[in-house]
């Protein structure tokens, strides 16, 4: 057994893209010849430790074939460069410039693999306004990018959503700023035990994703970063880009859920009306939109299934599907293409 192989996945770096030091996951394949490359980028708040789950149990699919690469948004985590030293930001940076940042990331990793003897397939797997990202790399590199997973794609009209109009008032500038320092100040006032406490108290978070939420989230810059990004999403994410997808709707496929307060079942329907082109598929088994707190692996069978009719010449490991709840979500999620 080799010394790589005793690695256990994922490897965490931190690398430099554009200027910007960039939190980065990354699930190597087996063989080190990977058919396809996927680019995971995440959600707000945009903390890739959050998808660990999801995308390790994908990676086990494909483990031979697949590379997966995972990034943080710029400011939204506290971590370490590759010395162990704390990696602070004194900018706080808007939606457009995570977006470019991203596309550089993009760039950077086509061009890392553009050496191979044969050039992967590149992919983008987003979620949530990750999707919006997404979106914004195809646009201008429509060229280099293969096939695009959006799930549960955040990329039209946020700020009228259920949840949008929630919590607009939380994003409004000298709110979030408030709101960033009492978080510090709370967590230099109470003990990590009461705040992992308090944090746990959430339905949606299991033990480790809180944990990352004291360790990582909990920290005032981070809040703010996370918070400014939110009222840009609400203020520049507007009509659907129906150009795009009218024109390169071929490359996306798309998965929905149901009472999703993010992206209600009206925007289901415009994109499944704007994209004929793509496949729009619309969840029948109720996972929620922060699927990666609680349904991690059975999303990550459900993008597996995805992958296989994508690219048909794979075949999967051997993967246990005793659970009939997970046998019935992979079924039911990828049987129903709204036309």
């Known amino acids: 057994m080799s010394f790589v192989s005793r690695i256990a996945l994922p490897q965490r770096t931190c690398w430099a893209v554009a200027g910007e030091l960039r939190e980065t996951l990354f699930w190597p394949c087996k063989s080190g010849k990977a058919r396809a490359v996927m ?41 370490s460069d590759n010395r162990g030293l704390a990696v602070k930001r004194s900018s706080v940076s808007s939606l457009s410039d995570q977006v470019a940042n ?29 999707c919006y990202f997404s979106e914004k790399i195809v646009e201008c590199r429509s060229d280099r990018v293969d096939r695009v997973f959006s799930l549960f794609p955040a990329v039209e009209n946020i700020a009228g959503t259920p949840r949008g109009r929630q919590l607009w008032p939380m994003f409004y500038p000298g709110v979030r700023q408030v709101a960033a320092g009492l978080v510090d100040m709370l967590v230099w006032i109470l003990p990590s035990a009461a705040i992992l406490g308090l944090v746990g108290m959430s339905r949606s978070l299991n033990e480790d994703n809180a944990r990352t939420v004291v360790e990582k ?66 969840c029948q088994n109720g996972f929620p939109h922060s699927f990666v707190t609680t349904h991690s692996a059975e999303m990550a069978l459900v993008v597996a299934d995805m992958l296989r009719e994508e690219l048909d010449c794979w075949e999967p490991v051997a993967v246990d599907t005793s659970s009939s709840t997970v046998v019935s979500c992979l079924a039911r999620s990828t049987s129903k293409l709204i036309d």
């Open 39 to 79: 680019l995971l980028v995440p959600g707000n708040p945009g903390l890739i430790d959050f998808y660990i789950d999801f995308c390790t149990s994908l990676h086990s699919l494909f483990g031979d074939s697949l590379d997966i690469i995972g990034v943080s948004h710029l400011g939204h985590t506290r971590f």
């Open 102 to 130: 991203m596309v550089a990331v993009f760039d950077q990793i086509d061009a890392d693999y553009m050496s191979a003897a044969q050039r992967p397939k590149m992919l983008l797997c987003g979620h949530s306004v990750g």
């Open 217 to 282: 989230m909990l920290h005032g810059p981070c809040i703010n970063s996370i918070l400014r990004m939110a009222a840009d999403e609400m203020d520049e994410i507007g009509d659907l880009n129906e150009e795009l997808y009218r024109r390169l709707g071929h490359k996306f496929v798309m998965y929905y859920g149901i009472n999703d307060g993010w992206v209600p079942t009206a925007h289901h329907k415009r994109m499944a009306a704007t994209n004929t082109k793509g496949k729009v598929y619309m």
